[in-house]
Structures are given as C-alpha cells and as structure tokens.
C-alpha cells in the first residue's frame, strides 16, 4: 500500500510531557500537510511543507509546535510541554489532498 | 477567513434512500472537493470539482460544482449501510495546486436499515 501512513495511530501522555508523530506521505509527493481535528470539526490546517521547505504556518501553530521534514520525505510534527487543549486528531495530507488515518492523542 | 457552511449538519435516513448535502461559501472556490470520514480514521477523498458547472460521478455519489463557484453538493442515490459518517467539503484557501485546505463542519450520516 502506497498511501499516507502515520505513527502512532495513538498517544496518551500527561500534561507537560513532549511528544512527537510521524508521517510517512505518498513517495514522490513535493507537498506534505498537517492538520489538526477536534471533535465536531472538521480538520483546521497547521502547516505545510514542499520538499524540505516549511512554507506556510496557520496562527493555530503555536511556538511548543514544531515541524520537520528533513530530507523531504517523511516529517515529524512534535508538541512541547502539552496541554489539555492540544487533545485532538492530528492528520496527515499529501500533494493531492490524500488523508493519512491520523494520530489520536489524548493530554491528561 | 473563508469558511464554508454545510447543510444539514446531520441527517438520518432509510436504506435504500438517496440523500442529498449542500456546501455553501462566502468567497469563490476554484475546486472543491468532498471526503467521507469514517470514526477514528483520517477523511477519504471521494471526488474532486475543478470546473464550474462540472458535475462528477463516482459510483453511487454525484458532486456538482455550483456556477456561482460559491457552492457545491453531493448526492448519494440508494444509501446502504456503508454509507454511515460524516462528510466534508473542502476547498483551497491557497493558490491553484495547493491542497492547504479550509473545511466545512460536517454533515453526520446515518442510515437505518
């Protein structure tokens, strides 16, 4: 299967802890997205990325988020010091709006 | 921002029915897209507008891309089972390519069998 995959499928962590997911986008796809879904929403952009290159990042990308996409392959999304409030569905899209199925995490 | 309005935000429905959602925008689109999210997975792509006016099949679904370019629905005739979720528009807050994309709410899905 050649589709978007995401790891870990799902996180559990305490308040104040860091943690990092990882997406692995269609290969030979330039373009590689991160979202973020809270309940009863649809998905909200955070951040994109062509090639290597961080292009664009939505106000929602507070400075505990980061991105990386160092060989413009797979990236990592990493959220410092978590909150609550980060407790969401962070997805995963590639160049042609194709959805990986997501990482679940929950802040305690 | 753009947003994009969905209606009806859920809808119960037989099997067997067809059903029908509409998306609605503030400012103009040049593509619109619809996905299908299923519980605790990531949206699936169903069909892709490009065109106003265009109006796409895919099996049981048939997507319109209003002429306005300020709207768009999704149809799906003979509903089973399967058909369950919730289902998204979405269009480009970006350039032309991009898939940086601005997502409507939602319309929740249920059939009865």
């Known amino acids: 299967d050649t589709g978007v995959s995401q790891d870990p499928r799902h996180k559990i962590t305490k308040r104040g802890q860091n943690v990092t997911f990882r997406c692995d986008p269609i290969s030979e796809h330039n373009r590689l997205y991160w979202y973020r879904q809270t309940l009863g929403q649809g998905p909200e952009f955070l951040t994109y990325?062509?090639?290597?290159?961080?292009?664009?990042k939505s106000r929602l990308l507070s400075d505990r988020f980061s991105a990386e996409r160092p060989k413009g392959s797979f990236s990592t999304l990493e959220i410092q010091r978590t909150e609550q409030g980060d407790s969401a569905m962070y997805l995963c899209?590639?160049?042609?709006?194709?959805f990986g199925p997501g990482t679940r995490l929950t802040v305690l | 921002g753009q947003q994009l309005n969905q209606s009806p935000q859920s809808m119960f429905i037989q099997e067997g029915e067809d059903v029908s959602m509409n998306c609605t925008s503030s400012?103009?689109?040049?593509?619109w897209l619809w996905y299908k999210q299923d519980p605790g997975e990531g949206p699936v792509l169903l069909i892709a507008l490009y065109k106003a006016g265009e109006l796409t099949s895919n099996g049981r679904l048939t997507a319109q891309f209003g002429i306005t370019r300020k709207d768009s629905f999704l149809n799906i005739s003979a509903s089973i089972p399967s058909d369950v979720g919730i289902y998204f528009c979405a269009g480009p807050s970006s350039g032309a390519g991009s898939y940086q994309l601005t997502f409507g709410k939602g319309t929740k899905l249920s059939v009865i069998p």
């Open positions: 990325f062509q090639n290597e290159a961080q292009l664009e």
């Open positions: 400012s103009i689109f040049n593509t």
């Open positions: 899209a590639s160049s042609l709006g194709q």
